[in-house]
Every structure is written in C-alpha cells, then in structure tokens.
C-alpha cells in the first residue's frame, strides 16, 4: 500500500502516531529517537498468530515489539472480525472485516488495516474522544451493550470510560483490565483505581453465571477456573 502521511511507532511501546513527529511519545512517553516509521515496522516486523482454539488466534507483532498487547482473531462464519489491533500492519494477513475495540490504548495501525483491507472500525463513544484516538477514524460509536455475530460487547468503565470486555465462544476477552503481574492477576493500576474496581465487579455480576472455559487478556490465555480463582481474590484484598 502507499502509505498517505508520514506515520511512526514507538519502539517502546508499540503505539502508532499518525500526521506527525512528536518529541514523545504520546502514551509511554519516550523519546522521539525511538520511533521507526510504518513502512519500516512492516519490513521488520510480522505478526506471530498463536492458536487459542479453532475459531479464536492470538496475535502479536514478532520480534516483540516493546511492551505491545495481544489482539485476538475471530473466525466466524468464513469472516474475520479482531478484538483489538497488532500495532505491525502486514498485508499479508487474513482480511478482516471489522476491528472491535476493548478501549482506546490499543488502536496499533488499525488506520492503515482499515484503509487496506476497507475492515470496519468499531469502538465505545467515550473512548473516540480520547486525544489518543484523535487522529483515527471510526466507522462506528457505540455507546451500549450490543451483540454481533456472536460475540457479547459489555461497557464496565473503570480503566477508561469507554472500556469493553467481550464474550464469543466460551472465551473472555478481557484484555488488560485484569493483568498478569508475575504470578498473580492484578487489576490495571492505570486510571481511575475506584471506577476501575467498581468495573471489575460489573465484570464479576456478568461472567458468574455464564458457560466460559478460557480467559484472554493483554499477556496471557488462562483456562477460566483457574483465572477465576485468582480474580475473585482481587475482592478480598
């Protein structure tokens, strides 16, 4: 593809700055001289794709590129929907149809799969607003709970004011508001820490009764029993 505007990645953290070269970057804060362009990412990076299950892939950017999530590819009905974004754009991947965010720290290089693959871009209202997502375009701005193909969207708050956690096949998709921090699961200590703990208990209200196996988040895939286990403890600290 030929690239529109100039568009760099931080070394650091996997975080794409779209039109123009700040001094920082805007969401880790480092230096300017750890930024490549896209095109340069895309030379030098690809994206592992690790299987969960025979609907769901993980992926990742390969080599590691700094301290970059995890997205997750849904395989449904011969479509590709992602939850999240790598921040390495590859032409070479599956074309996806839509790009389903849990909030607004992971939009990678969602602009350019948008632009290359024509993949709708959907995220919750209160995150489009954000300055990091200014320079992005959205196709659309939901502001509820909505069901798609299968997969369950949920607004807890919390981490940001627009975050999401999905459910499709058994699987949660939680992202980073429940991390993995050596042995044991933590609550993402960025943001609102309030809002962020009244968020995981909507979480915990919703998944209780519900059929789910494994756990998805932005470090690990965790079997369910066991990942609840350790986020139920987060309660009585």
Not at 63 to 70: D, I, K, R, T, V
Request: contains cysteine; aromatic residues 16%.
């Amino acid at each position: 593809m030929t690239y529109k505007s100039v568009q760099y990645v931080c070394l650091k953290c996997g975080y794409n700055i779209i039109s123009y070269f700040p001094d920082f970057c805007p969401f880790c804060g480092a230096s300017n001289e750890n930024f490549i362009t896209a095109e340069e990412c895309s030379q030098k990076y690809n994206i592992a794709e690790t299987i969960v299950n025979n609907k769901v892939t993980r992926l990742n950017s390969y080599p590691n590129l700094g301290l970059e999530h995890a997205a997750y590819c849904l395989k449904i009905n011969n479509k590709y929907i992602w939850i999240d974004c790598p921040s390495t754009f590859r032409k070479d991947l599956d074309p996806m149809d839509k790009i389903l965010f849990t909030h607004n720290h992971f939009l990678g290089a969602s602009n350019l799969y948008r632009e290359y693959y024509t993949a709708f871009i959907w995220i919750h209202k209160s995150d489009s607003e954000h300055s990091l997502a200014k320079m992005h375009s959205f196709d659309k701005k939901f502001n509820q709970n909505f069901k798609l193909s299968g997969i369950e969207a949920f607004h807890i708050d919390g981490h940001t004011p627009g975050f999401i956690f999905y459910i499709f096949d058994n699987i949660l998709f939680i992202c980073d508001y429940v991390i993995l921090s050596g042995n044991k699961l933590i609550l993402n200590p960025y943001g609102p820490r309030q809002s962020t703990i009244e968020g995981a208990k909507r979480l915990r209200e919703i998944i209780k009764k519900r059929e789910i196996n494994t756990v998805c988040g932005v470090n690990y895939v965790m079997d369910y029993l066991k990942w609840k286990e350790g986020f139920l403890k987060l309660f009585n600290d």
